[in-house]
């Protein structure tokens, strides 16, 4: 696929390009999707189809995405800290992928700010992040944390992290807990 063109990932703070080939966990077709969530079906055309589903928090939009994401970025800039209320955005990208929504389309909003390709879709009942298609219908952008399936790549990357949180240093020696952490 053609690479010149996908010019933000979505939070475009600059018009930098970042070409770069679609990375694959593990091979396709076949055994590149281990998740039992994920539905690969054939087309008729000895191609396949991979989908997967997602839904709001509150449950009202549900949608489903029939098709493979060829990139997977972490965005630390400031808009998708705002967007996101937290350390960076994840967001799935595809040229490729085709989105269907099974309910609640009437409870999405699209906000874009000052045109700036900064584009965010949500839930006004309950405020998730949604997918949302950009770019005159060329690129598909769906939040990672929108899915309920396994999201069959890894992050390619984290980007803008010059303009991270103060905060956002060392995350990986923060203490872990599988859920909350013990009452002294
Ligand atoms: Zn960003
Ligand atoms: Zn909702």
Known sequence: MNWEW???FGCSTSNRRI???PV???KRPGKAFSST?????TNGTGGYVVKHSGACLCGRV???VDGVFESFYLCHCERCRKDTGSAHAANLFSASARLRWLSGEGCIRTFDFNSTGHVRSFCTVCGSALPNVQMDG???VVPAGSLDTDVPIQPQGHIYCSRKANWDTALEAVPRFEELPEEE
Do not use: Y
């Open 6 to 8: 996908f010019p933000t």
């Open 19 to 21: 070409p770069h080939e």
């Open 24 to 26: 694959f966990f593990g």
């Open 37 to 41: 969530d994920q539905v690969m079906e």
């Open 62 to 64: 549900r949608f489903e």
């Open 138 to 140: 060329a690129l598909l």
